[in-house]
């Protein structure tokens, strides 16, 4: 072991030492996750019948489980600049305020307008809707980062961007909204009136406040029916975790710049994309036998797809248009409780992370909101950034590990994705600090009625 040099607050690259091709895990998986099929033929998707609905390059991506390199166009390197590298921070503030041994890294990836990592692969996917000569895209958005990425990168390509964003959060968020319309994007609540998945769902639950599976069946309808539209995802497809290999490959970068090795990578799992791209470069290591690293995976107690979930093929949509993935799920009918306020409320989890748990080169854990919400105002006022929720799972586990340092004297390096910025999530911070936030766990029957209605494959 060489002595340790003295790092830096913040690591960052230098232009030139930003990656110019993502990287593509499913090339070194021996066992590749399961391939999407058609909900009606029950039959892999040909590129044909992807490309129906989402741009072809893209479509190509989706499938391509063979190439490991796939080469960044340099229209997306030029963009990934205004906002790229994102620093790797030593939370020297953090490990002083823990008493802890171990020295904690997060990847900040908030350091832009729409305040998330999402912007990473929402560029990516603007870009080749353009290339492809496509009038604009339809997408759906929960919380509203996805959204805000999206507009800000079909702004800059000058693509029409049209969100249907989840009812509850479009009421609720109005300054989300606003930032989308600022980059020009058209914002529907969600379900509408416009497409007759949302008139039947309408229909069939009055007053209903909507729901991210709904709002997705709404998007790709609004995608197919109009001339020149394809439909974009920003999170569980296979494409998404590809574009978000840039965290991985940076983080990776920063850290054999200061020949620093982490013992354990923590993440946020939503759908996750955030996570699959932070840990790609690390698992390709494992899978060809260079390295060994502990990959948790961290995921709300009241959406545990993952810890609770079966691995079984499921519509990733509650409207079930979309390609069925072979994935960890609760059940496409799956609605979080209506008190969960921390994000991460998709029913499923990407395929590629899916399978990698499956072989157990992953692990995952869950939580409880009111503690992730502890942890990042504990964070907030020793690291001085404002945590989203979302983020906010990956820093209570960074910490309870710190913690489990501190007993045993283990000087680990500890590694966690810090996927964005909390300013429109002040209503639930207000819960928090009110004593209003509370927890419920689904109950296995609960989350038996919903597994039961997946479809038999
Ligand atoms: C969307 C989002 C997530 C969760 O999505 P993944 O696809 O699981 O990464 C996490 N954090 C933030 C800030 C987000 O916006």
């Keep these: 072991m060489t002595a340790e040099k003295k790092i830096p607050y913040k690591i960052y690259l230098e232009e030139s030492e930003m990656p110019k091709a993502w990287y593509n895990v499913r090339a070194h998986m021996e066992k590749k996750p399961a391939p999407i099929l058609n909900p009606g033929t029950l039959k892999p998707v040909t590129k044909e019948e992807l490309s129906g609905i989402f741009c072809e390059e893209l479509a190509a991506q989706e499938l391509n489980d063979t190439d490991a390199w796939i080469e960044i166009p340099q229209e997306i390197r030029d963009f990934y600049r205004m906002y790229r590298p994102s620093p790797l921070v030593r939370a020297y503030c953090l490990e002083e305020k823990l008493q802890t041994p171990a ?7 908030g350091n832009n307008t729409s305040g998330s990592h999402k912007l990473n692969s929402a560029i990516a996917q603007a870009y080749y809707a353009k290339k492809q000569g496509l009038k604009g895209v339809t997408t759906e958005t929960g919380a509203g980062q996805w959204g805000t990425a999206l507009s800000m990168a079909c702004s800059y390509f000058d693509l029409d961007c049209q969100v249907y964003m989840v009812k509850v959060s479009y009421e609720q968020k109005p300054f989300r909204r606003e930032v989308m319309r600022t980059y020009g994007a058209q914002v529907t609540p969600s379900p509408s009136m416009n497409t007759e998945v949302g008139r039947k769902i309408n229909a069939e639950f009055p007053g209903t406040t909507g729901s991210l599976g709904c709002a997705i069946s709404e998007a790709v309808e609004a995608a197919v029916s109009q001339d020149g539209y394809r439909y974009v995802l920003g999170s569980v497809l296979s ?10 490959l940076e983080t990776k970068a920063a850290l054999d710049k200061y020949g620093i090795k982490a013992d354990m990578i923590i993440g946020c799992a ?18 060809r036998g260079e390295a060994d690293y502990k990959l948790i995976a961290v995921e709300p107690a009241s959406c545990p797809s993952l810890t609770r979930g079966v691995y079984a093929y499921d519509f990733c949509d509650t409207g079930k248009v979309c390609p069925l993935a072979k994935m960890y799920t609760l059940g496409s009918s799956f609605i979080p409780s209506a008190n969960h306020a921390g994000g991460l409320r998709y029913h499923g989890m990407s395929s590629i992370l899916s399978e990698l748990y499956d072989q157990k080169l992953i692990s995952a854990t869950s939580v409880e909101q009111t503690e992730v919400f502890k942890a990042a105002e504990e964070f907030a ?29 283990e000087e680990k390096n500890i590694v966690f994705g810090l996927t964005g910025t909390g300013y429109f999530d002040m209503v639930a911070y207000e819960k928090f600090h009110d004593g209003l936030m509370t927890d419920t766990i689904p109950t296995d029957e609960d989350l038996q009625k919903s597994i039961a209605t997946l479809p038999k494959v």
Aim: net charge negative; proline share 5%.
């Design 239 to 248: 494409q998404v975790l590809l574009h978000q290999s840039i965290i991985g």
């Design 103 to 109: 020295h904690i890294y997060y990847k900040f990836e």
């Design 270 to 287: 939503g759908g996750g994309s955030n996570l699959g791209g932070l840990i790609s470069p690390f698992v390709g290591e494992m899978l």
């Design 381 to 409: 006022r020793v690291e001085g950034i404002l945590p989203a929720p979302e983020s906010s799972h990956a820093i209570k586990v960074a910490m309870d590990e710190a913690l489990k340092c501190k007993e045993t004297g």
